[in-house]
Nanobody, 121 residues
Framework: QSLLVESEGGLVQPGGSLRLSCAAS????????IAWFRQVPGKGRKGVSC???????VDYVDSEGRFTTSRDNAKNKMFLQMDNLKPEDTAVYYC???????????????WGQGTQVTVSS
């Protein structure tokens, strides 16, 4: 079974940092676009960023340089480094994968279960 598992979310104070991880199993990320989405209660998932199968990246929200998305095909993982976090960043963060191109809408074929990020003082 093709699975994605997010981890390393948590509770941080404003200005803090988190490095989210998305691990793939049952398939290889090499030929997939991989994206980060986030969701708050009562609303749909909103795209954060995506890395295409060719390694090119695109941002779907203006993080003001605070977020950096990366992938490691050898480890079959992708990451979201988040610095200088703000309360507005509080959400459940999901990773998704699809062949082969990035899309800002939640039209990805494989999804993880999500990891909670809470930014609060």
């Amino acid at each position: 079974q093709s699975l994605l598992v997010e981890s390393e979310g948590g509770l941080v104070q404003p200005g803090g940092s988190l490095r989210l991880s998305c691990a793939a199993s049952g398939f290889s990320l090499e030929n997939y676009a991989i994206a980060w989405f986030r969701q708050v209660p009562g609303k749909g998932r909103k795209g954060v960023s995506c890395i295409g199968s060719n390694g090119g990246s695109v941002d779907y929200v203006d993080s003001e340089g605070r977020f950096t998305t990366s992938r490691d095909n050898a480890k079959n993982k992708m990451f979201l480094q988040m610095d200088n976090l703000k309360p507005e960043d509080t959400a459940v963060y999901y990773c998704g994968a699809r062949r082969h191109l990035c899309r800002r809408d939640d039209v990805y074929d494989i999804w993880g279960q999500g990891t909670q990020v809470t930014v609060s003082s």
